[in-house]
């Protein structure tokens, strides 16, 4: 666990640019050092796929130049890394496939834009699973992302160069998707505190889709305060983006370092919970307790639905993906593998760009939208969608203010494991529900097991990301002092 | 719920990706076991509930019907694999039996 006192540096750091005694140059130019480093060890965890130290460096200069003409932003001078399938104008966004292995968009993401506005400065686009689909970023084109825990291991997914990227401390934050876990899987795997915020907090604009309806622009940090101060900057409504919320940005920060009296913690119970392994129960027990030490209750709840929430992901995800990268054809992206007819250059195209996992859930996909139709997969789960939405909302009408489980059932798996596919069927059990639903949820480190991290993921009802910081910030003391900080 | 290599194969053609017959008997062997992990989604009581496109907060709102100007026109034409006279170019070939569907100018 990151001391919380760390969490500071983005405020000291700004404080120490706007007083003269600190500048933007010398934090881009440790960051650059640090993944130089990484990168340079035997064990190289392949955290990025396009790095750019000029550009940094000149948006370094730049701030630098201008400090003073307009209000300095929150984030001012705070390095950052970009999850690959963010559009950034400077640099490549490859979406971690060979499909998109030159492209250099012509516009930016919203996001994007709103860190660098908020004095954030871009560094790198960092690694993950092709399209975002994955569990263990071993599914790119450009290699697998190595744990900096145990570089044996998988760093989880599909965003693992994002949070392997903070927990290695070569940056403090990080934006990255979250389809079905897409940030807190890495994030606990990691060691990190990973954000998905509630669905239309942060604009999808520049997000490659691939689930439109499952996807969020998330963040990942070095502490709570860390991803606080970042949604801060990147939160709020976007005419680029019609599902983004114009719903009011509170003061994140404000949230931190409070009592959990009068807080009620419910912690889910799911029907298949033997598949958590033992030690990562222990940890999320361990955590329960602390909440109650701080002054929470926590009492136990019970969603009849929850058990089906990775089946109902599953289909819907891949149902909308068949749709999401229908465009890429050959025609106006990417590569294009030649050929005398359309339709062979489109399927020429997309059978040499797409990697095995793609073609496999784009299969499924277009299974399930045609043949298998008349199973009724696809409305069940938009059935289970409303029945679960249901289920949450009685949870949190009850008195339940937050709700806590694991993040990930197991700590990170060995390389070789992360093919089973027993192994990774079961990753997103307790992720995907809150994408389903769209509520906002917070990965936290919980403690170590066997040296390997392992997270804990709170919930709460739409909006109410200050209630996730609150309970976080108050855990995230506790566990420090624990561990004698 | 299982799919067969031939299914595989038909799923295939309409995704416009290549898969030969041996690789369409292990993609059948993959995919029947990811149908059969989404069975339990069959054996829940769903009488009557209505189906959730999306269910967060703003729902899944749709743009305006209305036609604008295109600003990233030439961006977007300067990234396409090839293009002709300021249009993305793609082949064309009449005497395919799919090249009437989707088929854009030729090239």
């Known amino acids: ?485 | 719920m299982r799919i067969t290599a031939d299914e595989v194969l038909s799923a295939a053609q309409s995704a416009a990706i290549h898969v030969d017959a041996p690789r369409a008997a292990t993609l059948a062997t993959e995919l029947t076991r990811c149908l059969e992990a989404l069975a339990p989604l069959l054996a829940f009581d769903a009488a009557g509930v209505e189906p959730a496109v999306a269910v967060g907060a703003v729902g899944m709102p749709l743009r305006a019907d209305e036609s604008e100007p295109i600003a990233m026109r030439e961006p977007a034409v300067a990234l396409a694999p090839h293009a002709r006279d300021g249009f993305i170019a793609v082949p064309y070939d009449p005497s395919s039996a799919d090249g009437e569907v989707g088929a854009g100018p030729q090239a």
Request: aromatic residues 4%.
């Open chain 1, 1 to 485: 666990v990151t001391e919380p006192e760390e969490a500071r540096r983005i405020v000291e750091f700004r404080d120490g640019v706007l007083v003269g005694e600190r500048a933007p140059q010398e934090a881009v130019a440790a960051a650059l050092t640090r993944m130089s480093h990484v990168a340079a060890e035997p064990d190289d965890l392949n955290l990025f796929i396009s790095v750019d130290a000029d550009a940094a460096g000149g948006c370094a200069r730049d701030l630098e130049v201008r400090l003073g003409d307009s209000e300095p932003g929150t984030l001012l001078g705070t390095p950052i890394v970009i999850g690959d399938n963010l559009a950034t104008s400077t640099l490549r966004t490859t979406c971690g496939s060979q499909m998109l292995a030159d492209y250099v968009s012509p516009y930016q993401a919203t996001a994007v834009q709103r860190v660098r506005a908020a004095g954030a400065i871009v560094v790198a686009k960092a690694n993950l699973d092709e399209f975002g689909m994955g569990v263990s970023t071993t599914r790119s084109a450009y290699g697998a992302t190595r744990n900096p825990a145990a570089p044996g291991r998988v760093s989880g997914g599909a965003n693992g160069g994002a949070a392997a990227a903070v927990a290695a401390g070569c940056v403090r934050v990080a934006l990255a998707s979250d389809t079905g876990g897409g940030v807190r899987h890495p994030a606990a795997l990691c060691g990190v505190v990973g954000l998905k915020p509630t669905y239309g907090r942060i604009s999808r604009f520049g997000l490659v889709a691939l689930a439109p309806s499952l996807d969020h622009v998330g963040i990942v940090g070095a502490t709570v305060e860390d991803v606080a101060l970042t949604l801060g900057a990147v939160a709020g409504h976007d005419p680029l983006d019609p599902t983004s919320a114009d719903v009011v940005v509170e003061m994140y920060v404000d949230a931190l370092g409070h009592s959990l009296r009068g807080t009620v913690v419910g912690v889910l119970r799911h029907r298949d919970d033997e598949a958590v392994q033992p030690a990562v129960r222990h940890l999320c027990d361990a955590a329960a307790e602390r909440f109650r030490r701080l002054g929470a209750e926590v009492r136990e709840v019970r969603p009849p639905h929850l058990h089906l929430a990775q089946p109902a992901y599953q289909v819907i995800a891949a149902c909308e993906a068949v749709s999401s990268l229908a465009r890429f054809d050959g025609s106006r992206f990417g590569a294009r593998v030649e050929a005398t007819s359309w339709r062979t250059m489109a399927e020429r195209s997309r059978s040499a760009g797409f990697g095995q996992e793609v073609v496999r859930r784009l299969l499924l996909g277009t299974h399930l939208l045609g043949v298998a139709r008349r199973e009724g997969l696809l409305r069940r789960a938009q059935q289970l969608r409303a029945l679960m939405a249901d289920d949450f909302r009685t949870a949190f009408a009850s008195g339940v203010h937050v709700l806590f489980s694991p993040t990930a059932p197991g700590v990170a798996c060995i390389s070789g494991e992360a093919e089973n596919p027993e192994v990774h069927a079961v990753q997103e059990r307790y992720t995907a529900a809150a994408n389903l639903i769209g509520v906002p949820a917070l990965s936290i480190p919980v403690g170590r097991a066997d040296g390997l991290p392992v997270g804990g993921q709170l919930i709460a009802p739409h909006f109410a990301e200050r209630t996730l910081f609150a309970v976080a910030s108050a855990h995230e003391r506790l566990l420090f002092e624990e561990l004698g900080g």
